[in-house]
């Protein structure tokens, strides 16, 4: 009987310590998120506090919908830092950019500011810290309900789950944001970005009245509110939302909201509830750059267009077998001594509905002229 509970409480060991490995691997290539839960933070500023991992330790925020901000900065250890830390937010909102303190609050040993009320779909909220006279930089994107609403969204898209590496129909990265399945993609050399709209079997739909917005941290910081694309050669009307980014590589952050019929959803792509996402030079970028055929489509429906446009066009087109070209309006009289006809051939082709050329050919000289007052007309 002994030998049995031994086994029993040893098996039990075997299986403890197999389970953190086991949860690896489950999670997708490219989540950006530190496999450590963010108890400490999430105790010191309150839950639903987001957190981004720096090379030094990590940096915790709780942006509420009215703007308060607390902050906390722990070490390597996961420890709070409470001294010799201070910083500024550089707060971007639809009334212009402003700066703020972080003063540190000597009874909760948290940092804390004072913003605007949250309006926008996306509020960009710069920070830099000053940690024992080190900078930390970073930016977020904070949604209209502060980084609780950023921290539950991220909760409710992992349950929706979706399979490790899915693309998207034209090869883009598919994003769940609220009740929402996203592809997103950038054309590399142009910065063109699309996005569309995935019904349950991940088949494009019309984008309807949804408004997305973009948070993009990359070389700079930048938010882009996309439009809804209008009807073009093979293209509807609504099929994708397009903006234009500035992107030299795959970004590091890439919040995403979506305003629909009133309700709106954001995700920060990658991003893990309780778990730190990382921003340090090492951290996984989001991939979303990738070559297309967009700029050979869009020179082919223009160059289309054009042919339909010449082709309704009431002009005379005037071919000579030199290859040059004379246009002229219907109705016009040309009067030598300005025509000159040189041999051996003259080709006329006329396309217009409403003129004719009485004589199906001429011939002339080379050094035939027109007499003057001869007139070149249509009926």
């Known amino acids: ?180 399945r996203l592809e997103l993609l950038v054309d590399e050399a142009t910065g063109e970005v699309r996005v569309y709209v995935l019904d349950a079997d991940l088949k494009p739909i019309d984008i309807g009245e949804r408004k997305v917005t973009l948070g993009v941290v990359a070389e700079a910081p930048q938010v882009v509110v996309l439009a809804p694309v209008a009807a073009t050669a093979g293209v509807a009307a609504g099929a994708y939302l397009t903006g234009k980014l500035a992107l030299a590589a795959d970004p590091l952050k890439v919040t995403v909201a979506v305003r629909n019929a009133g309700r709106s959803a954001v995700a920060l792509c990658g991003y893990r509830a309780g778990a730190a996402f990382a921003v340090h030079a090492r951290a996984p970028r989001v991939k979303v750059r990738m070559k297309t055929d967009w700029h050979a489509h869009a020179h082919a429906h223009a160059h289309a267009d054009l042919k339909a446009k010449a082709d309704l066009d009431p002009k005379v087109h005037v071919h000579t077998g030199a290859g040059a070209k004379a246009h002229a309006k219907a109705n016009v009289n040309v009067k030598a001594p300005s025509v000159r006809v040189t041999p051996p051939s003259v080709n006329v082709q006329i396309k217009a509905p409403s003129i004719s050329i009485p004589k199906p050919s001429f011939k002339a000289s080379a050094s035939a002229r027109a007499s003057a007052g001869a007139k070149v007309g249509t009926r």
């Not at 049995?4 to 490995?21: E, N």
Request: hydrophobic letters at 40%; glycine letters at 14%.
């Open 1 to 180: 009987m002994k030998i049995t509970k031994l086994s029993g409480v040893f098996a039990l060991l075997l299986i403890a310590l197999a389970a953190p490995g086991c949860g690896k691997e489950e999670q997708p290539a490219e989540a950006n998120a530190t496999v450590e839960v963010t108890a400490t933070a999430e105790s010191a500023i309150g839950e639903g506090a987001y957190v981004e991992e720096h090379e030094s330790g990590k940096a915790a925020f709780n942006v509420a919908a009215d703007g308060n901000v607390k902050a906390v900065v722990s070490g390597p250890d996961g420890k709070p830092i409470r001294e010799d830390v201070s910083g500024t937010l550089l707060w971007k909102d639809a009334s212009g950019e402003k700066t703020l303190p972080l003063t540190l609050d000597a009874k909760t040993g948290l940092l804390v500011a004072a913003g605007p009320k949250l309006e926008a779909d996306l509020t960009e909220i710069g920070y830099t810290l000053s940690v024992a006279g080190k900078p930390w930089n970073g930016t977020l994107h904070v949604p209209a309900g502060g980084t609780a609403e950023l921290y539950a969204n991220a909760k409710g898209s992992a349950d929706l789950g979706l399979p490790e590496g899915k693309l998207g129909p034209h090869g883009g990265r598919i994003e769940i944001v609220g009740d929402d």
